[in-house]
């Protein structure tokens, strides 16, 4: 009896399929209450297709960011790992140099000095005479 009386609630017009009455959103009325649910299913079913596309797009905008944000600490990484590597030659020069130093001096090839004498780093002045032309040669680096 309640679903009689609900679905009497709605009127039944006549039906129209003049274009201007769809216009002016005079819909026509559902007549049996099946026709009542099937409309709020589909309202439902709407409803919940519209917000799982709406999740699916803001699930992806988070994906979007994360990978930037992965790919910018990859980037870094890959940076880092090409000066460690400029490094590690230097300092795998520098350790050679070491050990060859060392292996030289337990040798007893090159003896390390007792005594550091400290040179006067300012240049003398060295006149060299040119007796066939007569010229001045002024001092020069090395000589």
Request: proline letters at 3%; aromatic letters at 10%.
């Amino acid at each position: 009896m309640a679903h009689a009386k609900v679905a009497s609630n709605y009127k039944v017009q006549p039906k129209n399929n003049n274009s201007s009455e769809l216009i002016k959103a005079n819909f026509p009325v559902y007549r049996s209450l099946k026709n009542i649910r099937l409309a709020n299913l589909n309202k439902f079913l709407s409803f919940v297709l519209a917000s799982t596309m709406f999740f699916s797009f803001a699930m992806y905008c988070f994906v979007v960011s994360k990978q930037k944000q992965l790919e910018a600490v990859h980037f870094a990484t890959k940076t880092l790992n090409n000066e460690n590597l400029d490094l590690k030659t230097t300092v795998d020069y520098l350790r050679s140099f070491d050990n060859v130093n060392e292996k030289i001096i337990a040798s007893g090839n090159l003896q390390q000095p007792m005594k550091i004498i400290e040179v006067n780093t300012k240049i003398p002045e060295i006149n060299v005479k040119v007796s066939s032309k007569g010229r001045e040669i002024g001092s020069m680096l090395g000589y």
